[in-house]
């Protein structure tokens, strides 16, 4: 810090922190790309799932395929937390240059590193409270999420395109332990798109942390968030899980709840003794439970995944819809409309079709127990391979579109 060079620094306020190289920040960069592309990927799947084209339905196998995807998706947007703050850090100085920008084209591609920094921060502490189920903005999350997805990634494209040449130039370099001289620093890198005409003063020799030390520590904060997360559905770690929220432990027949009968406003409904499901189609018809009770009953393993990232295993006892669609005169390409009890909200109806209607159970039981009013009693939908919001509960009407 004592060395600032003549005249105007470049940089300002004068970083010189020897920790900072192209290598490690390419190697950074590396991560933070491969986390994006994960996230990106699982998260369109998570998106299709919402919207499924009619002639391309949602396979029902593999039946945990949701628990991967939306566990990866959510794992991996947490841990490009600290990976994000810490690649930032890793170029920050070059944020105070002055002059901000060489040129025009310098600047935009400046603004476009803003756009990047900005929406992916957005994007990743909003998807972050709302796996922790917290929803303190009063926009709808899911579009915003969707639409800054679409900046963040193409924000991502230009910045690779743009940055190519330190890219390569950086994960060629070695990420020499301690030693800041076998490495070109970033300010000096002949290759980098970023290049300035002075020479930076020669960095201090490093004391304490080295760049791998960098790496490592990286390495162990995101391992402890990983451990520490996916006990939402990795069961067994659910003693370790500060960040799994939803643990089986806290919910009634050991499957956490989404959302309560009372915070649904159907608790009413969903006990009053002349419940009955409407089936609706070309041959109409109702069902009391007891009508349903003394149908044949069909057991299915099925977990429960919330796109919040949590899940669980669970065994559930009920009929099969297909059965009660062929009675009301549809049949497998039908596509059904669940709906529920619940007289607002987004999630009280669903539409299935495709292999997921032929396996999907209205189920009365859930691990061995009638379903408790919270997880959807009397009667509610479960699908193997089908986001958690979309198997509806407290249902009222079956209808055949
Ligand atoms: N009617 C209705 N069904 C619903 C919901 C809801 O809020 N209302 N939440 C959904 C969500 S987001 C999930 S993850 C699952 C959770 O089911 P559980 O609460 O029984 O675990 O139910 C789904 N079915
Ligand atoms: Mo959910």
Same mark, same amino acid.
């Given at each position: 810090m004592?060395?600032?060079p003549?005249?105007?620094?470049?940089?300002?306020?004068h970083?010189?922190?020897?920790?900072?190289?192209?290598?490690?920040?390419?190697r950074?960069?590396?991560?933070v790309?491969?986390c994006?592309?994960i996230?990106?990927?699982?998260?369109?799947?998570?998106?299709?799932?919402?919207?499924?084209?009619?002639?391309?339905?949602?396979?029902?196998? @593999?039946?945990?395929?949701?628990?991967?995807?939306?566990? +990866?998706?959510?794992?991996?947007?947490t841990? +490009?937390i600290?990976?994000l703050?810490?690649?930032?850090?890793?170029?920050?100085?070059?944020?105070?240059?002055?002059?901000?920008?060489k040129s025009?084209?310098h600047a935009?591609e400046? +603004?476009?590193?803003a756009?990047?920094?900005?929406?992916?921060?957005?994007?990743?502490t909003?998807?972050?409270?709302?796996?922790?189920?917290?929803?303190?903005?009063?926009?709808?999350?899911?579009?915003? $999420?969707?639409?800054?997805?679409?900046?963040?990634?193409?924000?991502?494209?230009?910045?690779?395109a743009?940055?190519? @040449?330190?890219?390569?130039?950086? #994960?060629?370099?070695?990420? !020499?332990?301690?030693?800041?001289l076998?490495?070109?620093?970033?300010?000096?890198n002949?290759?980098?798109?970023?290049?300035?005409?002075?020479?930076?003063?020669? @960095?201090?020799?490093?004391?304490?942390?080295?760049r791998?030390?960098? #790496?490592?520590?990286?390495?162990?904060?995101?391992?402890?968030?990983?451990?520490?997360?996916?006990?939402?559905?990795v069961?067994?770690?659910?003693p370790?899980?500060?960040?799994?929220?939803?643990?089986?432990?806290?919910?009634?027949?050991?499957?956490?709840?989404?959302?309560? !009968?009372?915070?649904?406003?159907?608790?009413? +409904?969903?006990?009053?003794?002349?419940?009955?499901?409407?089936?609706?189609?070309?041959?109409?018809? !109702?069902?009391?439970?007891?009508?349903?009770?003394?149908?044949?009953?069909?057991?299915?393993?099925?977990?429960i995944?919330?796109?919040?990232?949590?899940?669980?295993?669970?065994?559930?006892?009920?009929?099969?819809?297909?059965?009660?669609?062929?009675?009301?005169?549809?049949?497998?390409?039908?596509?059904?409309?669940?709906?529920?009890?619940e007289?607002?909200?987004?999630?009280?109806?669903?539409?299935?079709?495709?292999?997921?209607?032929?396996? !999907?159970?209205?189920a009365?039981?859930?691990?061995?127990?009638?379903?408790?009013?919270? $997880?959807?009693?009397? #009667?509610?939908?479960?699908?193997?391979?089908?986001?958690?919001? #979309?198997?509806?509960?407290?249902?009222k009407?079956?209808?055949?579109?």
């Amino acid at each position: 810090m004592s060395d600032v060079p003549a005249g105007r620094p470049r940089v300002w306020p004068h970083f010189s922190s020897p920790l900072r190289s192209t290598a490690l920040t390419a190697r950074l960069g590396r991560v933070v790309g491969i986390c994006f592309s994960i996230c990106f990927v699982t998260g369109m799947l998570s998106h299709y799932q919402y919207h499924p084209w009619s002639w391309l339905p949602e396979p029902s196998a @593999p039946l945990w395929g949701y628990r991967i995807t939306q566990g +990866l998706h959510v794992a991996t947007g947490t841990i +490009l937390i600290p990976l994000l703050l810490v690649k930032l850090w890793s170029v920050y100085p070059n944020l105070f240059r002055w002059p901000p920008a060489k040129s025009a084209k310098h600047a935009i591609e400046r +603004l476009s590193v803003a756009v990047l920094v900005a929406s992916a921060l957005v994007e990743l502490t909003t998807g972050f409270f709302n796996a922790l189920n917290w929803y303190p903005w009063p926009w709808s999350f899911v579009p915003v $999420h969707r639409f800054l997805a679409y900046v963040v990634v193409g924000s991502i494209l230009l910045h690779i395109a743009v940055k190519l @040449p330190d890219i390569k130039y950086g #994960l060629k370099a070695k990420v !020499a332990d301690g030693d800041v001289l076998t490495e070109v620093p970033w300010e000096d890198n002949p290759h980098s798109s970023s290049n300035n005409d002075e020479k930076p003063p020669p @960095p201090p020799t490093p004391e304490g942390i080295s760049r791998r030390g960098v #790496l490592t520590a990286t390495g162990i904060g995101v391992g402890v968030i990983v451990l520490t997360s996916v006990g939402q559905t990795v069961t067994p770690l659910e003693p370790i899980g500060l960040l799994a929220i939803r643990q089986s432990k806290k919910g009634p027949a050991h499957v956490p709840v989404n959302r309560t !009968a009372d915070q649904a406003g159907v608790r009413k +409904l969903a006990v009053a003794p002349d419940w009955q499901l409407r089936v609706r189609g070309p041959q109409p018809f !109702a069902l009391t439970l007891a009508d349903i009770e003394q149908l044949t009953a069909h057991e299915a393993s099925f977990p429960i995944t919330c796109v919040e990232g949590w899940s669980v295993g669970a065994e559930w006892r009920g009929m099969k819809l297909i059965d009660i669609v062929r009675r009301a005169g549809g049949d497998v390409d039908s596509h059904i409309r669940l709906v529920s009890l619940e007289p607002h909200g987004s999630f009280n109806q669903s539409v299935i079709f495709g292999p997921q209607l032929s396996e !999907a159970l209205l189920a009365t039981h859930l691990n061995g127990t009638r379903i408790d009013i919270d $997880h959807g009693y009397p #009667l509610r939908l479960i699908a193997p391979n089908r986001a958690g919001v #979309l198997n509806t509960k407290w249902l009222k009407t079956v209808e055949v579109l």
